[in-house]
């Protein structure tokens, strides 16, 4: 009787964090050698660093910022695979006038380069761009994605108070689409948000606010309806879009100023983002899985932020009902489809 033969292991899917952000060494330099250019210094005084914008406004700088080594340490401290690193919000410099911010862009998308061929099997490149100049984003997005293969960008929310859907930044979007580079969306500001100045509230309800804002916006301007390829990423869960969703539903039935530029309910517009599964409740997570599946689910650790999430593959295996399927899409595959690779 021949002896029955071992299947082959199943090679175990990759975990793949799509939320990691970085301040190149780069543009490090630049703002120690020209701060005014900038308007933004980067001070170090000993172990102390930290960048700090004119006017107020600044973050610490630790060592996973613009060291690729470090980064990789934490990756490997939290159980992850390849990052995809993309720069710090503060680090979008919208407030520039047009020729400093193209310069600023290509310093912080070359820094990244050059992070990312440190550990090419672990780190990929996400860029950013000038988009207080829409022409000039569209020239430099079309040189991320020609001269450092990046497949993906990171914009903010908003650009100073103007938002991603309004007509002037319609090139730029039109032609991610076309370039088949996703649009990481990350909030960076809450200046129009009152109220939000004591107990850390800018972030807490101020960043989950500014996705939600911006993904409305996106959905009942029918840019969505327009765009219809678009691939859009939001980070901290999708703010509170998906657990509001029942109202804004109920104001497209409702409202006639729901509907004066889509006629596409809210509901339906929700499978067109992607969402990170920073929740920081696995409770959370199960009730975003449900709405829009877990192949619109990706990794997102925001590290090394504080606010970030340190343990983020036991927080979704604390998930229930997460079939290995689930985890194969949320680990690995949906980051895959979102960087164009046939999965």
Same mark, same amino acid.
């Given at each position: ?31 120690? /050698? ?59 410099? @919208? ?9 600023? /862009? ?25 988009? $207080? ?21 990171? #914009? ?6 103007? $938002? &991603? ?7 730029? #979007? ?13 909030? !960076? ?9 004591? !107990? ?13 804002? =911006?993904?409305?916006? &996106? ?14 990423? #939001?980070?901290?869960?999708?703010? @509170?879009?998906? @657990? $509001? ?14 509907? /004066? ?13 992607? !969402? ?9 997570? *199960?009730? &975003?899985? +449900? ?11 925001? /590290?090394?932020? +504080? =606010? ?17 399927? +689930? *985890? ?10 979102? =960087?164009?690779?046939?999965?």
């Amino acid at each position: 009787m021949a002896a029955k033969k071992t299947p082959p292991r199943r090679k175990p899917s990759q975990r793949i964090d799509v939320h990691s952000h970085v301040l190149p060494k780069e543009m490090l330099d630049a703002l120690s /050698a020209r701060p005014e250019r900038f308007k933004m210094r980067y001070i170090a005084d000993g172990k102390h660093r930290r960048v700090a914008k004119d006017g107020g406004g600044g973050q610490p700088v630790f060592d996973e910022f613009f060291d690729p080594a470090a980064k990789v340490a934490g990756m490997d401290r939290k159980g992850l695979d390849v990052s995809i690193i993309s720069p710090a919000p503060i680090a979008y410099f @919208y407030w520039l006038d047009a020729d400093a911010g193209l310069e600023a /862009a290509q310093l912080v998308k070359d820094g990244i380069a050059n992070m990312a061929r440190a550990f090419p099997e672990r780190l990929m490149g996400m860029g950013t761009l000038p988009m $207080q100049n829409p022409d000039a984003a569209v020239a430099e997005l079309e040189r991320i994605v020609k001269q450092h293969g990046f497949r993906s960008v990171e #914009l903010g929310t908003s650009v100073g108070n103007e $938002q &991603l859907a309004d007509p002037r930044f319609r090139p730029v #979007l039109r032609r991610a689409q076309e370039l088949n580079v996703f649009i990481f969306a990350h909030p !960076y500001s809450n200046s129009a948000v009152c109220n939000l100045d004591d !107990y850390y509230l800018s972030n807490l309800i101020g960043n989950p606010l500014q996705s939600t804002i =911006m993904a409305s916006h &996106l959905m009942f301007s029918g840019v969505l309806d327009e765009l219809k390829k678009l691939r859009i990423c #939001l980070a901290h869960g999708g703010g @509170y879009l998906p @657990y $509001q969703i029942g109202r804004f539903n109920h104001g497209h039935k409702v409202r006639n100023e729901t509907r /004066a530029l889509t006629k596409t309910k809210p509901n339906a517009l929700l499978r067109r983002f992607y !969402y990170d599964a920073l929740t920081h409740d696995p409770r959370a997570l *199960r009730y &975003l899985i +449900d709405l829009v599946g877990a192949d619109r689910v990706v990794i997102g650790t925001d /590290a090394p932020f +504080d =606010m970030g999430e340190e343990h983020p593959i036991e927080m979704i295996n604390k998930v229930t009902r997460l079939s290995a399927k +689930d *985890r194969e899409q949320i680990f690995s595959k949906t980051a895959l489809r979102l =960087m164009g690779k046939r999965v």
